[in-house]
C-alpha cells in the first residue's frame, strides 16, 4: 500500500512536467510571425512591430529556450525585469479578457467552483441512489425505465440540452433566466455593504443574512446546473448498477439471506457497501466531466466563469488565454485522479492489503 | 452433426458401446448462416437482431447513411461544385419559419416535391438561420458531413491507438513505460478541452476547415484504443501459436502483423466503430462554439450556433435548434443503441447467461 502510494507521488513531477511539454508543444505549431501576428491589432500588419514583437518575447529562439522561457520567466532586454513564468504565476496577457491571465481565472473561478460544487455531489448522490434502485429491481418496469433514461441521456448532446432546456423554461416561461445572478443582486454584491466571504455567492448570500440573493443565485444555476448533472446521472446509474447487480450474486450475499437476514439489512450492510467501491472511481472522470461540461454549459448560459472565458477565447484565437485554461484543468485532474486512486486503494482491501 | 461427439466417445471407451441415450443428447443445430460467418460473428449478429433496442439503433444508423448517400436527390445542391455551402435566401439577420417560400435565386427542387405538394417553387422545409441559411439544406448535408468527419476520424484514431498500443504491448520493458507514460499525458486532459485547445490554435495556422477539428480531435482520441488493444495483445502474446512462431524463425513484424494483431483486435474494432457518435458530438460542439468550420458550412453544430444570438427569442426561433438538434440527438442514440448491445453481448460474464443474448 504505502509502496503503491508512493510510486504514483513519484510519478506524479514526471506527468506534470509532460503536460506543460504537451501544452507548450502545441504552440509550435505556429511560426513566430503567426504568432506575433495575434497580437498586432491594425491592418495591414506592421512590419516593424511585428519584428519588434518576435524579438521582445524572443518567439524566434528555439523552442526548448522558448519553453524554458514560459516556465520560469524571461529577462525584458529593455527593462531588466522578469517577465512570464507560468511557475511564478504569470499566464502571460488575455487578449480577449484584457487583463492578464492569472488576474482573470482569480476573478472568474469561483463561479465555476460554486456550479461544480453545487453540481458535484448530487450528481453522485442521486446517480448511484438510481443505479442501485434499479438494481433491486433487476429486470422490472423501473429497471427498463432506468435503463432508457441512462441510453437516452448518455445520447443527448448537451449542448442542445442546454439550448432546449432555456428555449422552454427561460424564452418560454420565464422561470430561470442565463447568467449569474440578476442586476439587482449583482448592484448589492458589488455595493459596500457586502461582505465578501468566499466569492461563492450562495454561501456569501447566507452569510451575509440576505436569503432574497441567495434563491436569486440558485433560480441562476438551476439550468446550468440540470445541463452539467444528467449526462453524469446517466452514466452513474449505469455503473452503480451493475456493480451492484454484481455484488448481489456473490455468495456473501446468498450467506447473508441464508441467515435469514432482512432484505434490508442485506442490501445497505453487506451488499452496497461494496457494490459502491467501483463507483468512488467514477469521482474522478466526474470531475473531468465538469470541467469539460463547464465550458459548453458556461457558454450557453452564458455564467461568468472561466469555461464561458475559455470557449470566448478559443474562439478568438486567443492562444495564451486557452492554454493557461487547459493547463489549469489538466492539473486539476491528475491531483483528482491521484486522490481517486488513493481512496480507492484505502477502500478496497484487495488493493491495500497486496 | 454428431462427428465431434463420437470422436471424444472413442477416447474415453475404445471399445465398449455407448451407452444408451449418449447421441440423443441435444445437440445445438448450426445453421448454414452461422457455418459461413463463425461462431463469434454470428453470436454477436445474432444478439443484435435479438435486441429491439439494438435494431431500433441499426434502423436509426441506416436511415442517417442513406440520408448521406442520397443528399444530392433529397436536397439538391445549388452550387454543384461545392455542395456543402448552405445555399441563402438573401442576407437578412432575422430568421424565417418553416414553410416560408423560397424567395430569391432558390437551388433546382427536388423531383418529389411537386408530386407530393403539386407545387412549382421551393420553400424553406425547416425554416431559415440568421443570415438566411436553409437549415434543411444543412441538416440533409450535414448528415454527410457527420458521417464523413466520424469515419475519418475514426480511423486515424484507430490507426494510431493500434500503432502505438502494438509496439508497447509487443516489444514491452523500456519502450512500454514510455510509450505508456505518453498516453497517460495525452489522457491528463478531459478530452474535449484539449481538443478544442489544439483546434484554436491550428485555425491560424491552417485556416478554418474541416481539418483543424479532425487533426485535434485524432490527438487527443487514439489513447483509449492503444490501452485496449495492448492489454488484448498482451493475452494473445503467451499462445502457443506465437511462440510456435518466434520458433520456426518468424520476423517480429511479421509475428506481429500476421499473427497477433488480427487475433487481438476485434474488440477495439467494435468499440471503436461505435464510438463514431461520441466523436460527431464532439465535432459538433467545436462547430457550436464557432472552432470548427467557416459559417454556412452543413454541419449539425455549425447551424445551431445560430441559436446563440437569440437566446430569449428561442421560444419563437425554435427551429434552429429542434431540427439539426434532433439529427444530432437520434444519429447518437443510433451507435449507442447498437454500442450498449454489443457492449453486453461482447461481456465475458454474461456470456451463456441468456442475457446478452
Not at chain 1, 506534470?16 to 509550435?28: A, E, K, P
Not at chain 1, 524579438?55 to 524566434?60: A, I, S, V
Not at chain 1, 488565454?321 to 493547463?327: E, I, K, Q, W, Y
Not at chain 2, 432558390?106 to 438561420?129: D, I
Amino acid at each position: 500500500m504505502i509502496e503503491y502510494i508512493v510510486r504514483r507521488v513519484l510519478l506524479l513531477p514526471v506527468i506534470l512536467f509532460g503536460v506543460t511539454v504537451l501544452i507548450f508543444g502545441m504552440i509550435s505549431f505556429l511560426s513566430p510571425a503567426q504568432r506575433a501576428a495575434l497580437y498586432v491589432r491594425d491592418l495591414p500588419k506592421n512590419d516593424a512591430a511585428m519584428e519588434g514583437i518576435i524579438k521582445r518575447y524572443g518567439l524566434d529562439q528555439p523552442i526548448y529556450v522558448q519553453y524554458w522561457n514560459w516556465l520560469v520567466g524571461r529577462e525584458d532586454p529593455n527593462t531588466g525585469k522578469i517577465t512570464g513564468g507560468i511557475l511564478r504565476g504569470d499566464f502571460g496577457y488575455s487578449r480577449t479578457g484584457a487583463e492578464p491571465v492569472a488576474n482573470m481565472i482569480r476573478r472568474r473561478f469561483p463561479a465555476t467552483i460554486e456550479l461544480a460544487l453545487l453540481s458535484f455531489f448530487p450528481i453522485i448522490g442521486i446517480g448511484t441512489y438510481l443505479g442501485v434502485i434499479a438494481a433491486i429491481n433487476h429486470n422490472k418496469p423501473i429497471d427498463q425505465i432506468g435503463r432508457i433514461f441512462s441510453i437516452v441521456g448518455y445520447s443527448f448532446p448537451s449542448f442542445v440540452f442546454g439550448l432546449l432546456v432555456l428555449m422552454l423554461f427561460y424564452a418560454q416561461l420565464q422561470w430561470f433566466p442565463p447568467g449569474r445572478v440578476s442586476d439587482w443582486a449583482n448592484a448589492i454584491i458589488m455595493g459596500k455593504s457586502w461582505n465578501q466571504y468566499t466569492s461563492l455567492i450562495t454561501i456569501d448570500s447566507l452569510l451575509n443574512g440576505r436569503l432574497d440573493i441567495f434563491w436569486d443565485a440558485l433560480r441562476h444555476m438551476v439550468l446550468p446546473i440540470l445541463t452539467l448533472s444528467y449526462i453524469n446521472w446517466a452514466l452513474f446509474l449505469r455503473v452503480a448498477r451493475s456493480s451492484m447487480l454484481e455484488t448481489l450474486r456473490q455468495e456473501y450475499v446468498t450467506t447473508a439471506r441464508a441467515k435469514g437476514l432482512k432484505e434490508s439489512v442485506v442490501i445497505n450492510r453487506h451488499a452496497l457497501r461494496n457494490a459502491l467501491i467501483p463507483v468512488t472511481t467514477m469521482a474522478g472522470l466526474t470531475v473531468a466531466n465538469l470541467l469539460g461540461g463547464v465550458v459548453i454549459t458556461e457558454t450557453i448560459f452564458n455564467y461568468p466563469g472561466i469555461g464561458s472565458a475559455a470557449a470566448e477565447a478559443a474562439a478568438q484565437v486567443d492562444i495564451i488565454t486557452v492554454l493557461a485554461f487547459t493547463l489549469l484543468t489538466g492539473f486539476i485532474l491528475i491531483i483528482a485522479n491521484l486522490l481517486v486512486d488513493l481512496v480507492y486503494a484505502f477502500l478496497d482491501p484487495r488493493v491495500r492489503l497486496a | 452433426m454428431t462427428a465431434p461427439l463420437i470422436a471424444d466417445e472413442k477416447e474415453i471407451t475404445p471399445s465398449a458401446p455407448a451407452p444408451v441415450g449418449l447421441y440423443d443428447l441435444p445437440v445445438r443445430k448450426i445453421g448454414k448462416l452461422e457455418e459461413k460467418l463463425g461462431p463469434e460473428t454470428y453470436r454477436i449478429l445474432r444478439g443484435i437482431v435479438r435486441n429491439p433496442l439494438s435494431v431500433i439503433g441499426v434502423i436509426l444508423i441506416a436511415t442517417f447513411v442513406l440520408i448521406a448517400i442520397f443528399a444530392p436527390v433529397i436536397a439538391p445542391p445549388k452550387n454543384v461544385t461545392n455542395p456543402y455551402m448552405i445555399p441563402r435566401d438573401g442576407f437578412s439577420p432575422t430568421p424565417k419559419e418553416p414553410g416560408t417560400a423560397w424567395r430569391s435565386n432558390p437551388p433546382p427542387l427536388p423531383f418529389y416535391w411537386t408530386a407530393l405538394t403539386g407545387k412549382e417553387t421551393w420553400t424553406h422545409l425547416f425554416g431559415t438561420a440568421s443570415g438566411q441559411y436553409d437549415i434543411f439544406y444543412g441538416v440533409i448535408w450535414g448528415t454527410r458531413t457527420a458521417l464523413r468527419v466520424g469515419i475519418i476520424i475514426e480511423f486515424f484514431c484507430l490507426m494510431l491507438g493500434i500503432f502505438v498500443g502494438s509496439m508497447s504491448a509487443y516489444y514491452g520493458g523500456k519502450l512500454d513505460m514510455i510509450l505508456m507514460r505518453i498516453t497517460e499525458i495525452f489522457q491528463a486532459f478531459p478530452y474535449f478541452l484539449a481538443a478544442m485547445t489544439l483546434s484554436a490554435i491550428l485555425i491560424p495556422a491552417i485556416g478554418k476547415s474541416l481539418i483543424p477539428a479532425i487533426i485535434a480531435l485524432v490527438s487527443f482520441g487514439w489513447m483509449g484504443y492503444a490501452r485496449l488493444i495492448r492489454g488484448d495483445i498482451l493475452s494473445v502474446r503467451e499462445r502457443e501459436y506465437v511462440m510456435a512462431a518466434r520458433v520456426v524463425g518468424v520476423k517480429d513484424n511479421r509475428i506481429l502483423t500476421k499473427h497477433i494483431i488480427p487475433n487481438a483486435i476485434f474488440p477495439t474494432l467494435v468499440v471503436a466503430s461505435l464510438d463514431i457518435g461520441t466523436i460527431v458530438v464532439s465535432f459538433a460542439v467545436l462547430s457550436f462554439l464557432g472552432i470548427g468550420t467557416e459559417v454556412g458550412y452543413a454541419d449539425w453544430g455549425q447551424i445551431i450556433s445560430f441559436a446563440r444570438n437569440w437566446i430569449p427569442q428561442l421560444a419563437r426561433y425554435w427551429y434552429i435548434v429542434v431540427f439539426p438538434g434532433v439529427a444530432l440527438i437520434l444519429f447518437v442514440l443510433g451507435w449507442n443503441l447498437v454500442g450498449d448491445a454489443m457492449r453486453d453481448i461482447m461481456d465475458p460474464r454474461m456470456r451463456g447467461s441468456g442475457q446478452g443474448e
